[in-house]
Every structure is written in C-alpha cells, then in structure tokens.
C-alpha cells in the first residue's frame, strides 16, 4: 500500500484504531521484556512479570517494578507518542465530526495518558489492555488506585541503582491504605487473563473498526496478535507501521 494510498483509506475510515506495543516507546528508551532490555540483574523479565514469583518473593519483584517506575519517570514521550496524541485532537475537534480514533496500547508506561506532566494531554480514549506501572492493586481487599509517589515506599528507594536484592521486609513494601495488606502493580502478569471488562471495551472498539494501525508491534502474543486478522475478516484494513514484518496475513505492510 502506497502512502497515497493509505491517507485516502485514512481519511475516509469511520473508526480507526491503533494497536500499540513496546516499539513504540523503544525510542523513549523504555527497555522491551523481548529485547536487549529484557534483563534485569541475572533474572529475565519475564520470570519476574509472573504472579509465582511475587508470591515466592514479592521483595525481589517489587523492585523489579520500583526500577521500571523510575526508569519510565525519567523519560519522556517520543515523536511517535505525540503524533498519535495530535491524531486524536485533531479528530475530536473535526467539525463536523466524521471519525472517531481509539488506542488499545498493550504498554505499561502510561506515556499515552493524561496523568503525566507534559505539555500536551494524552489519548482521550485510551485502553491500557496490560493495565499500568502507575497503579496498585491490593491483594487483600482488591482497591485499585493511582500511584506515582517516587519512591513508591522508602525502603525501596535507591535499589534501583543495586546489582543485587535487597530482602526487605514485607511490612515495608507497598501496603493499602484500606486495609494495609500488600499491594502489587496493576498490570497483567503472564499466566494472568485481561480483565474481562477491558476485554469487553477492546471488543466494542473492534467490532466499531474500519482501519487498525498496528504501531510497535510484531502481533505475536494473544490476545492482541488476533486483533488484526480479526479486523480484515470482517472486511476493514490493517496497516503495520513496525520495523518487523508481522505474521503473513496480520497486515498489509507500508
């Protein structure tokens, strides 16, 4: 598809959505689990994005987490962000208003919302399908609630910056303010389902979909790697903005 092309598909599509994954933010130097990033002291990212381990050691992956918190406040949103951010103003303030635009971001980074300083809001209608590093969750009494305090709890901070664990004492990890039991990050660990009612709102805005930009993505971990095909089965078009070619039939490529 030529980008002639793709910006007539654009400007006459209804709905359009875009599937986000950790490529877009690699720019804004936020390490990948997949990539070269994907190592943190001598463990693999992905065996500490995992409920066992925090209930083996939840002191080992708080700071896992506490590193990516701050890690991520260090940094700022990249052009790709921002073009993604004027896309959405530009169509909430069209008038008439002919299209509507989502964002389903399989990212933690909370670099799309509005809860960040910067000199522009976020997406007004934004899906973080893997939840996000700037929540809690309670594992006692289920509260959700925001969180960017930095450190999260005093007796995390600076192990960041540590090459190996530091054993901190449960009572001195994140607690509820509710109930005070502990607190884990609200995101999605591997072994875990979405949360059926963000399950739910990515169905509408699939079932809503003329045109998906797959952005950042190489559409290989489901849920979302069906997303695509998904859309093209029920006659809309799919263009992959990704420096990896996606599955055969997951996108028409620009």
């Known amino acids: 598809m030529s980008s002639t092309s793709f910006h007539k598909v654009l400007n006459s599509s209804k709905h359009i959505v875009a599937l986000c994954g950790a490529g877009l933010s690699a720019e804004s130097g936020i390490p990948t689990f997949r990539g070269e990033g994907g190592l943190w002291r001598q463990f693999s990212a992905i065996e500490l994005a995992d409920p066992n381990a925090f209930k083996r050691n939840p002191s080992r992956v708080w700071q896992f987490y506490h590193y990516r918190r701050e890690l991520v406040m260090k940094k700022s949103r990249n052009r790709a962000h921002k073009a993604l951010i004027e896309f959405s103003k530009k169509v909430n303030s069209a008038k008439p208003r002919t299209q509507t635009f989502s964002v389903i971001t399989q990212n933690v980074d909370g670099l799309l919302t509005t809860s960040i300083s910067d ?11 893997h939840g996000t590093l700037f929540k809690t969750r309670c594992t006692a009494c289920g509260d959700i609630r925001s969180n960017r305090d930095s450190p999260i709890v005093p007796a995390l901070q600076g192990n960041e910056d540590l090459s190996l664990d530091a054993d901190i004492p ?6 509820c303010s509710l109930c005070t039991g502990l607190l884990r990050p609200h995101v999605v660990w591997f072994k875990e389902s979405l949360d059926s009612m963000v399950f739910e709102k990515i169905q509408i805005e699939l079932d809503r979909c ?6 950042g993505t190489s559409g290989t971990v489901y849920p979302a790697a069906g997303f695509a095909s998904y859309i093209r089965e029920k006659g809309g078009i799919v263009a992959n903005f990704n420096i990896e070619k996606m599955g055969e039939d997951a996108a028409f490529e620009l």
């Open 119 to 129: 000199d522009v809001n976020g997406i007004d209608n934004l899906i973080e399908m």
């Open 210 to 215: 003329d045109l998906m930009l797959v952005i």
């Open 170 to 175: 449960l009572d001195q990890l994140p607690r």
